[in-house]
């Protein structure tokens, strides 16, 4: 069934790139609904949550619809997506989402506080029937049929990051544990460049993994593999401008935001490449059923999913 959050919930702070201010309110939405980003500041105007609405896709994920923008998104709709929340109303009164402690773990940890609550309409994922790929150089990201949600994921980063790889099904349950609490990170050596570009104005110790030459300046690493970690956050939360959570598996090879999203409009436009399926409810079923795969009931694709 889906979900969305039993109460609403407030978060301040700074916007990673802008730096600025901003004050966001998540809301409970109805069934169907998704999410919706609505900004507080230019009379409630809304953005709808969907690949329709990428815009600049550089350093972080942006949506914009009609000149107004929403930026950094990838964090929240990561969270979303690993703790199953269907449906949620959005409210900022400024650009930029704020960037908290550069994880998921905040979001994660304030709605599993609330909590969640089940709506009276059984979920859509989008199960992958076909594999689809987008490649750039040496770089390189796909999605294929298979059962759950799994991630494959490698990063090669100059030193002292290096080449890391890491996998995870989010079938599994191990999104907050493993995923959420992973932080965005940068290299001292690039700190004058990106804020000259108009970036990471709102960056810190508090908010980021410092590198230096030799390591983290603010360590220590909440896990050894932390950096491509964050990678899969960054990943989940881009992928979930497809309108659902996938059902398939991705492989990803040092990709980015630009790559992760070109990967969404290219799978939503081949729509032989998947199609919409409900999970069924159980009639009657023992308690540890939860635990189980459910089957999956295919349905009629719609012109556009996300439209």
């Known amino acids: 069934m889906e979900q969305t959050i039993a109460e609403t919930l407030e978060f301040t702070g700074v916007g990673l790139h802008s730096g600025a201010p901003v004050t966001m309110r998540l809301l409970p939405a109805p069934a169907g609904s998704g999410i919706v980003f609505r900004r507080t500041d230019l009379d409630n105007f809304e953005i709808p949550a969907n690949g329709r609405n990428v815009a600049k896709v550089s ?59 089940t709506q009276r309409r059984r979920r859509e994922t989008i199960r992958v029937l076909q594999p689809v790929e987008v490649r750039e150089g040496d770089k390189f990201i796909g999605v294929y049929p298979g059962s759950g949600y799994r991630i494959d994921y490698t990063i090669d980063f100059p030193a002292p990051i290096g080449r890391q790889q890491t996998s995870i ?39 980021a993994i410092i590198l230096g030459p030799n390591g983290p300046e603010n360590g220590p690493l909440r896990f050894p ?51 919409l399926a409900r999970i069924p409810v159980p009639a009657a079923a023992p308690a540890t059923a939860r635990e189980q795969p459910s089957p999956r009931a295919p349905l009629r694709k719609p012109a556009l999913l996300g439209a």
Do not use: C
């Not at 449906?87 to 400024?94: A, F, G, M, T, Y």
């Not at 700190?191 to 570009?197: G, H, K, V, Y």
């Not at 939360?237 to 290219?266: F, K, N, Q, Y």
């Open 59 to 117: 350093y972080a994920t942006s949506l914009m619809r009609q000149g107004v923008l929403i930026s950094t998104t990838e964090h929240l709709l990561s969270a979303l997506i690993g703790l199953g929340i269907d449906n949620l109303i959005v409210e900022l009164d400024n650009l930029e989402l704020p960037i908290l402690d550069g994880s998921a773990l905040p979001y994660v940890e304030a709605v599993e506080r609330a909590g969640i609550r």
């Open 169 to 207: 099904d989010l079938a599994a349950e191990t999104y907050g544990a493993f995923i959420a609490p992973a932080r965005t990170f940068g290299y001292m050596a690039d700190e004058r460049r990106l804020r000259d570009m108009g970036l990471i104005r709102g960056a810190g110790p508090q908010n």
């Open 225 to 275: 593999d932390e950096y491509v970690r964050h990678k899969v956050l960054d990943l989940i939360g881009d992928l979930a401008l497809a309108g659902r959570r996938i059902e398939g598996h991705v492989v990803a090879e040092r990709a980015g935001h630009a790559m992760h999203t070109a990967l969404v409009s290219r799978l939503l436009k081949d729509r032989a490449a998947w199609e």
